[in-house]
Nanobody, 121 residues
Framework: EVQLVESGGGLVQAGGSLRLSCAAS????????IGWFRQAPGKEREGVSC????????YYADSVKGRFTISSDNAKNTVYLQMNSLKPEDTAVYYC??????????????WGQGTQVTVSS
């Protein structure tokens, strides 16, 4: 059974930090890139960050560059998103997804259930 399980969300004050985890199972981890996406109430889902399993290359949305860091522990089939200097506008449900072709431009084959991040001002 394919599973992507996010954890680490919560309530934090502006300027604080959280680390999200995405634990993958049921598929060949190295064959996929893992992306983080978020969706705030009333807004469309947006891509936040991604890491490619093929070459370790990373992608960040402009809104999070310099504040978020994505990393991967291939031995644990887990991808992390370290979020620092959080802002109220980072409030959203965060999802991880497995992207085909180990590319950050690949199709999203699998999705996690999401974890809520709330940043208070």
């Amino acid at each position: 059974e394919v599973q992507l399980v996010e954890s680490g969300g919560g309530l934090v004050q502006a300027g604080g930090s959280l680390r999200l985890s995405c634990a993958a199972s049921g598929f060949t981890f190295d064959d996929y890139a893992i992306g983080w996406f978020r969706q705030a109430p009333g807004k469309e889902r947006e891509g936040v960050s991604c890491i490619s399993s093929s070459d370790g290359s990373t992608y960040y949305a402009d809104s999070v560059k310099g504040r978020f860091t994505i990393s991967s522990d291939n031995a644990k089939n887990t991808v992390y998103l370290q979020m620092n200097s959080l802002k109220p506008e980072d409030t959203a449900v965060y999802y991880c997804a497995a992207l085909s072709g180990s590319s950050c431009s690949g199709d999203s084959d699998y999705w996690g259930q999401g974890t809520q991040v709330t940043v208070s001002s």
